[in-house]
């Protein structure tokens, strides 16, 4: 029973380092819309949740939780190449049709930009380093 408090300990301890790095950036947010960055913050704040929410999800530390972010930074880089206007008419004209539909729109009618890539590796960057900070002791957060 005493392991299983500390446990839970430590997964709560886990989950508010998280909420409080997040309620960081979400503040950081809030002064950025005021910048010209403020319009990748999206990104960077997509890569950088979803790089932790995987990492918690697959109870990865270390080097698993690294995977997370690379994956992360990776899926939003790509996404951003396609928009490019040299790439998306190639690919959405490799796919047509239910789901699929739905990406080539998004590549047709989205826009490239260089910032957004950036944006997407500072996030991984910022996952990563959190990931670091955070003691991890291999039980997974719940």
Same mark, same amino acid.
């Given at each position: ?39 990748? =913050?999206?990104?960077? @704040?997509?890569?950088? $949740? *979803? ?5 918690? #999800?697959?109870?990865? %530390? ?40 739905? =990406?080539?729109?998004? @590549?047709?009618?989205? $826009? *490239? ?5 950036? #944006?997407?590796?500072? %996030? ?19």
């Amino acid at each position: 029973m005493v392991a299983l408090q500390a446990r839970a300990a430590t997964a709560l301890q886990r989950w508010r380092h998280l909420l409080v790095w997040t309620a960081a950036l979400a503040a950081l947010s809030c002064l950025a819309l005021l910048s010209a960055f403020g319009r990748s =913050l999206p990104t960077l @704040l997509h890569t950088f $949740t *979803f790089s932790l929410f995987t990492a918690v #999800a697959l109870r990865r %530390g270390g080097r698993g939780g690294y995977a997370a972010c690379i994956a992360w930074c990776a899926v939003n880089v790509v996404f951003e190449v396609g928009q490019h206007q040299h790439w998306s008419a190639h690919l959405a004209a490799l796919m047509h049709g239910g789901l699929r539909q739905q =990406l080539v729109n998004c @590549l047709l009618r989205g $826009t *490239f930009d260089v910032g957004e890539m950036i #944006a997407a590796v500072a %996030g991984a960057l910022l996952a990563a380093a959190v990931l670091r900070w955070i003691p991890y002791d291999g039980g997974g957060c719940c």
